[in-house]
C-alpha cells in the first residue's frame, strides 16, 4: 500500500475526529449557554432550618436554579440570608424566601418570629386541650372557652372566642399548683392580637381552653352562637328520667302529693288540762314507736 495514502487516511482520520471533538465542545457551550439564560443563582436550605433560629453560613449554599419553576421573591444573595431568623421551617434543598424570615436585625427565639402588631401569649393546656398533641409550631387552631357566666346561677357555656390563631410554639414551663407547690405544665404559644391577648389571658383565669385544628387555608370566620347543656341534650323527657333515683324522689320513687298536716301526742304531754279522767277506748290513730337508747315511747299520730 502507497506510504502517502496511508498518511493521508491516517491525517483524514485524525481531523474528523477533532472535527467531532470542536463540534462537541460548540455544542455543548451553546447549550451551557442557553441553559445559562434559563437559570439563576439562587440561596438554598443544605440542613432543615428550624422555626426561630438564627441562620448560619454552615446551613446555606448559593446553587444554579431554573427561572421557570423558581418561587416568587427568592433570595439570590448570601448576605441577603445569613444571620436572619426563620420564621417557619425551612425544608433542606429549597430556596430560601422572603417570606420565611424576619426582619434584618431580628433577635432569634420568639421575639424574632413574632410579626410587628402581634403578640406571643402562652396558655396552658393539657393533652386533650392540645388535640392529642398534634397541635405544632405553624399550625393554625381555633381557641374555645369553657366558663360560668356573670349571671347568677347559670351554668358553665362554651364558645369559641378566637378562630384561625397560629401557633408559634410548644413546650412544658414550671408554674405554681393551688397548694404552691410547683409542677410542670404543658403550654402553647400563640400569636395573637393585643386585644386577642386580654381575651385569652382572662378566658384562661376564669375557666378552661380547649383548641381545635383548622386547616391552614381556611380563611372563613364562623359565627357561632355558643354551647349550653341544653344544647348538648335537647331533651325534656330524658332530663326528667335523669331525676330517677336522686335523694329527693325517694330512690326512684316520683313525689306524690304532699300529706296532710298530722299531730303528734308524746304520752299525753301537750295536753290541756282535764278536771275528769278521759277513758281511752283502743288506739285513736297509727302509733310510732321511738327508740333513745334504753328509753322505749310510743306515739300516737292523730290526724
Do not use: H, W
Not at 94 to 100: A, S, V
Not at 225 to 254: K, P, Q, W
Amino acid at each position: 500500500m502507497n506510504r502517502r495514502f496511508l498518511l493521508a487516511l491516517a491525517g483524514a482520520v485524525f481531523f474528523g475526529l477533532l472535527s467531532i471533538y470542536a463540534a462537541q465542545i460548540y455544542l455543548r457551550k451553546q447549550v451551557a449557554s442557553e441553559r445559562a439564560k434559563d437559570e439563576t443563582e439562587v440561596v438554598i436550605a443544605t440542613t432543615d432550618i428550624p422555626l426561630g433560629t438564627q441562620i448560619s453560613e454552615l446551613q446555606i449554599a448559593v446553587v444554579r436554579y431554573p427561572k421557570k419553576i423558581l418561587p416568587e421573591k427568592t433570595l439570590v444573595r448570601r448576605e441577603e440570608v445569613l444571620g436572619r431568623v426563620a420564621v417557619v421551617d425551612i425544608s433542606a434543598k429549597t430556596p430560601i424566601l422572603e417570606k420565611q424570615l424576619a426582619g434584618i436585625g431580628a433577635q432569634p427565639g420568639l421575639p424574632g418570629v413574632t410579626p410587628a402588631g402581634m403578640r406571643a401569649v402562652s396558655v396552658r393546656v393539657d393533652e386533650a386541650s392540645s388535640v392529642g398533641g398534634f397541635v405544632s409550631p405553624g399550625s393554625y387552631v381555633d381557641v374555645i372557652a369553657i366558663m360560668q357566666p356573670q349571671i347568677d346561677g347559670a351554668k358553665q357555656v362554651s364558645k369559641v372566642i378566637l378562630q384561625k390563631v397560629r401557633v408559634l410554639a410548644g413546650g412544658q414551663q414550671m408554674q405554681n399548683k393551688p397548694d404552691g407547690k410547683p409542677a410542670l405544665v404543658n403550654t402553647v404559644t400563640l400569636e395573637v392580637t393585643p386585644n386577642q391577648a386580654e381575651k385569652l389571658k382572662l378566658a384562661e383565669a376564669e375557666g378552661r381552653l380547649q383548641l381545635s385544628i383548622r386547616n391552614a387555608t381556611d380563611q372563613i370566620i364562623e359565627t357561632t352562637r355558643g354551647a349550653t347543656r341544653r344544647d348538648v341534650i335537647n331533651d325534656i323527657a330524658l332530663e326528667r328520667r335523669a331525676l330517677e333515683g336522686a335523694r329527693n324522689t325517694g330512690f326512684g320513687a316520683r313525689p306524690g302529693p304532699t300529706p296532710p298536716p298530722f299531730n303528734i301526742n308524746f304520752s299525753g304531754l301537750n295536753q290541756p288540762a282535764q278536771t275528769t279522767p278521759v277513758k281511752k277506748v283502743g288506739p285513736i290513730g297509727p302509733t310510732i314507736e321511738l327508740i333513745e337508747g334504753a328509753k322505749r315511747t310510743r306515739v300516737e299520730m292523730i290526724p
